[in-house]
């Protein structure tokens, strides 16, 4: 068949080219506009109405005869010649199975077409026509309808013989049927379509199939070609090195998803990785829902279509780079663990770590995914939102990280070249409290492009092509029908596609077997009374399926836009009731689709007024239903979404919906489970709702009737606001906590949390008083050595320590005292584990003076970070390199820097994070890099600690690269941050690093007076608060004693 059809669009094709040659732009060969037919023929001047028809019965005569091998009309019989009508610059026609054909010389362009042995097979029974002798009669003749049965016969492609028979459809010069083309530009028009798209033009439908089926729309984008090809250039910027992302909003059918889709296709057919998930208003509690299923689904897509080979390949590159925090990830992308395979269960034991930010050590490893299967694939990665209004914050500062942060771990390099971010949203469904507004502000700050593309409703002339193309006629055919549509949808894509398919349901659109083409009744179209919304429109749909889909599809509706088949499976035998068969008919009505095994609404809009169908009592009602029906099947160790969906349920439903007292404890437990497990899935915004929740299900008296599940649901919400920053919500709870706990243990959580308030608030001795109060509490009093000198208590703890090998310090019996760990916790502030003690001496007697004693025990808490837990690598590897920098060549301690600042991530410590950036790019200078690649560093490092808010690294940052662009020439002074003068103004730490700086470079440039002028300052600022050992302190005490000098020296000799 495909033969046959490529056989009729090259003889069209050359017909094209041999009747008008191909139109070019500007005279230029290779800009090929498009095939114009005829062009003697389509100026209609000095032609009347009469005179085109005859044109184009002549032609439709021509068409007739090369299409069909050389085959004549039966009607063109020589005793039916009569008069016919003259027309300008034609000779008549005379037609007969003896007598040559005259076309004049209007036609012998097809000389070549008719002597052409390849354009037909002889196995068909075809002759091929011969070029007629010009028959020397001006007597004119009678033209009549001619019918084009034989042309099917031969099996020409049914579109060709209509087109053929519209041309001749005539009689005396009058056009004889509703189809009959008007003007030479029809005909022209429809040979450009059959060129240009053969599959929807010139190709037959199978009309029985179709009258089984019904209408069939195509994945096809209509009318957005302005649209799509913004989001192409966008798209090719961003991974060309320019950062950029795409939001497109639009009403409710507007087809923003689909544009969307569309692209994804163009995404992946030029090598990139696409990534796709979609918000849902009924999901929210679940953790990283969207961002989840995204990377669910492309684990479940390369596991299928990449072989165990390549799967395994990217499973041990993602294991090499991210270590055990692997598991973090495998724990909300269940894909992802089968990828793993055997190596989860050595994983497993990692989840008993404590992180310091574990929300924002997830939000590290995804970007650490990204840039994993970018470079296992050497290719762009785009990640793609649906339905962005119901985002929530956890899964958009993933985003902003994603999109904002650059890969630092190594070079400093920016990923914005290998990540692409777009999404769709609802017309004014994002505002200024809306979370992805903040990826916005940073856009703007960072200077990122972002495009908001607004989607309107088709024109009519869109709209017409949109039927044209799905029913596969030709839009001069369809324009009346379109126009009707168009007029009762007002050109909402969603709302044509729905009342098109009630149309073929109800038979006022139907395919006709005998013409082969779809037909409708106008006049029976316009007469229905249609909804103007296309809301009211799908309730009605619903409402006129029978009461078993109506049901099935209220209860889908309950759990969001799609659910998976498997749940529906365990929701069957919650609910003892047959969902699948009925929803299987809802998908036969074109309400639901089911694809991989899911159940999917067709569009949001069903769902929703699926749902908004019941009232807001029963939708409580069977939210509670269903919740309470599942929370059974919760209690074993399978499948968290189960836990996490019963959860959902129960909180939309709300205490209101409860009936029975004792159901209160059982909702308040789930929740509870609930936001441990998505505490453990390192989303504390969703697991602060689940507690909240909770709280929210307790009734009067429940800390004397339920004080454990009290305590623990108050306790955890704390530490839940405490790592979200929500400080307002953290004292509240808090408040209640030491109010009605039973005992001093039962309070240490939220006291400890306050006192980490009051240390990030610049309240430290406040918080370190109020730390030993406790501690003293808990029978631990630090009293100090005797002599009381810090100096002596140093040598003391060294004396003890030099009892014990460094393999006893390791092998030291781990600590399990829960009361001596949570000393641990208020000992050290942050840090609950002996690395960080033991970095901290190293560095401390390092700085006394003892260099390879602090390196010695440097060394030994970086041993103890394997042995015990890594889970404060990022910290000793801060402190630890500023002492390991004074033994080791500065260019190879640059990698300590790479390997800190990729374990601080990893925990979620981003101020650590910040602090070893800056602290390498400040080393960086001095070990030599060169000056436009530190230049670039500098940018990065920059651009980090901006997006984090990190204001204080900010602008020490930005004076350390003004020193840098001195040097490379560029006189340019930093763009503070909002708060850098109140900063620069209170904080000597900062004022010490200006005037370093701004004493260092005006002596590199031999500034005598400037230098002397920063030099006073400088010693000014001077002070010895740090009991750490940094190594930007011996550049500072060297270049200050090397500068005084100097300047000493230049003053003696400006006196002599």
């Known amino acids: ?108 362009i097809f000389d070549d077409l008719f002597n052409d042995d390849n354009l037909f097979c002889e196995d068909e029974g075809q002759h091929l026509p011969k070029k007629r002798q010009t028959h020397q009669n001006n ?23 209509d087109l053929i028979a519209n041309m001749l459809d005539s009689t005396n010069g009058t056009l004889a049927g509703e189809d009959s083309y008007k003007s030479m530009m029809g005909v022209r028009d429809d040979l450009q379509l059959m060129l240009e798209k053969p599959a929807i033009f010139l190709y037959d439908q199978d009309m029985g199939r179709l009258s089984l089926s019904g209408l069939q729309f195509r994945d096809t984008v209509f009318g957005r070609d302005s649209e799509l090809s913004t989001i192409k250039e966008a798209y090719r910027r961003s991974i060309s090195g320019d950062g950029e992302l795409v939001i497109i909003s639009g009403a409710s059918g507007s087809g923003k998803t689909m544009l969307a889709t569309e692209f994804g296709k163009y995404v992946a057919a030029g090598g990139g990785i696409v990534l796709s998930g979609k918000f849902d208003q009924l999901k929210q509690g679940k953790p990283f829902s969207a961002l989840a299923s995204a990377f669910d689904l492309y684990c479940g897509n390369l596991m299928r279509d990449s072989g165990p080979l390549r799967t395994a390949e990217v499973a041990l590159k993602l294991i090499s780079s991210l270590g055990k925090e692997v598991y973090h990830l495998a724990r909300i992308i269940p894909n992802l663990a089968i990828m793993l395979g055997p190596s989860m269960s050595e994983l497993i034991s990692h989840d008993q770590e404590v992180c310091a930010n574990p929300q924002k050590r997830l939000q590290y490893l995804l970007c650490q995914f990204v840039d994993v299967i970018s470079s296992a694939f050497d290719a762009p990665v785009t990640l793609f939102l649906d339905d962005l209004q119901w985002a929530v914050i956890a899964s958009i500062d993933a985003v902003n990280q994603l999109l904002f942060t650059p890969d630092l771990s190594s070079s400093l390099s920016k990923r914005s070249n290998r990540f692409f971010f777009f999404g769709c949203c609802c017309e004014g469904g994002i505002n200024e409290q809306h979370p992805l507004w903040s990826v916005f502000c940073h856009a703007n700050l960072l200077h990122v492009k972002y495009s908001n593309l607004q989607l309107r409703c088709f024109e009519e002339d869109t709209l017409n092509v949109m039927v044209s193309e799905t029913l596969r006629l030709s839009p001069r055919l369809t324009w009346a029908f379109s126009s009707i549509v168009y007029r009762k949808t007002k050109g909402n894509p969603l709302f044509v596609s729905r009342l098109m398919l009630s149309l073929s349901k109800n038979g006022l659109l139907r395919p006709n077997l005998k013409r082969r083409r779809w037909e409708w009744d106008e006049k029976k179209i316009q007469s229905q009374k249609l909804p103007d919304d296309v809301a009211m429109f799908i309730t009605n749909s619903i409402e006129a399926q029978t009461e078993d889909v109506k049901s099935s599809i209220s209860v889908l509706s309950c759990f969001g836009a799609s659910v998976d088949n498997a749940f529906i499976k365990t929701l069957e035998k919650a609910l003892d009731r047959n969902l699948c068969d009925s929803l299987d008919k809802a998908v036969a009505d074109g309400l639901l689709d089911k694809v991989d095994d899911k159940y999917h609404f067709s569009h949001d809009r069903i769902q929703e007024a699926a749902y908004s169908m019941m009232d807001q009592l029963n939708r409580c009602n069977f939210h509670f239903k269903y919740g309470m029906a599942l929370a059974p099947l919760a209690d074993g160790k399978g499948d968290d979404g189960i836990l996490l969906t019963a959860a959902n349920q129960l909180n939309l439903a709300g205490p209101e919906a409860v009936q029975d007292k004792s159901q209160f404890v059982i909702v308040a437990n789930l929740n509870l489970r609930a936001g441990k497990k998505a505490m453990e899935m390192s989303d504390f915004v969703a697991a602060y709702s689940y507690f909240d929740n909770g709280m929210t299900f307790l009734r009067k008296k429940h800390w004397e009737e339920h004080y454990a599940l009290s305590l623990e649901l108050f306790d955890l919400a704390a530490r839940c606001a405490h790592t979200n920053g929500d400080v307002i919500s953290l004292n509240l709870l808090s408040q209640q906590v030491l109010t009605k706990s039973q005992s001093f243990e039962d309070r240490l959580n939220v006291m400890y949390y306050a006192m980490c308030v009051l240390a990030s608030s610049s309240k430290l001795p406040e918080s370190i008083e109020r730390g030993l109060k406790i501690l003293s509490r808990l029978g631990i009093d630090l009293h100090g050595c005797e002599s009381g000198s810090v100096e002596a208590c140093v040598q003391e703890t060294k004396d003890l320590l030099s009892c014990y090998s460094d393999d006893e310090i390791l092998n030291t019996e781990r600590m399990t005292d829960p009361t001596k760990i949570m000393a641990m916790k208020f000992l050290d502030g942050m840090s609950p584990v002996s690395p960080i003690g033991f970095v901290h001496f190293g560095s401390y007697i390092a700085k006394l003076g003892d260099i390879s004693g602090g390196y010695k025990y440097v060394k030994l808490a970086r041993s103890l970070l394997d042995k015990v837990s890594r889970e404060n690598a990022g910290e000793v590897s801060c402190f630890g390199t500023q002492v390991i920098a004074y033994v080791e060549p500065l260019q190879a301690v640059l990698e300590y820097h790479d390997e800190g600042y990729a374990a601080a991530m990893a925990s979620g410590d981003v101020v650590r994070a910040g602090l070893i950036t800056q602290m390498k790019c400040s080393q960086s200078l ?36 003004q020193s840098v662009l001195k040097l490379i020439g560029i006189d340019q002074e930093p763009k503070c941050v909002s708060e850098g003068h109140a900063i620069f103004a209170t904080n000597k730490s900062v004022m010490r690093i200006y005037y370093y700086l701004k004493m260092y470079t005006s002596f590199i440039f031999r500034s005598y007076d400037r230098t002397k002028e920063n030099a006073e300052k400088y010693l000014t600022c001077i002070g010895n608060s740090w009991a750490n050992l940094f190594l930007a302190h011996a550049f500072q005490a060297f270049h200050a004693g090397l500068i005084s000098f100097w300047l000493a020296r230049k003053s003696r000799e400006e006196q002599g």
């Open 926 to 961: 001095f070990a030599g890099i060169n000056l436009q690649a530190l230049r670039e560093k500098y940018a990065a490092a920059i651009k980090f600690m901006e997006e984090r808010k990190l204001r204080i690294l900010t602008l020490q940052t930005q004076y350390q690269q």
């Open 139 to 161: 007597s004119h003749h009678t033209r009549s309808s001619i019918s084009v049965e034989q042309l099917k016969a031969k099996w020409i492609p049914g579109p060709l013989c």
């Open 1 to 108: 068949m495909e033969v046959k059809y490529c056989r009729y669009q090259a003889l069209i094709g050359r017909m094209a080219t041999k009747i008008g040659g191909v139109l070019t732009e500007n005279g230029d060969p290779e800009n090929l506009i498009k095939a114009e037919f005829l062009p003697s023929l389509l100026n209609s001047e000095g032609l009347n109405e009469i005179n085109t028809v005859q044109c184009i019965y002549s032609l439709g005569i021509v068409f007739y005869e090369i299409f069909s091998g050389g085959g004549r009309p039966v009607e063109l019989l020589k005793e039916d010649r009569t008069t016919a009508v003259e027309f300008v610059g034609f000779d008549p026609l005379p037609f007969d199975e003896d007598t040559p054909i005259d076309f004049g010389n209007k036609f012998d």
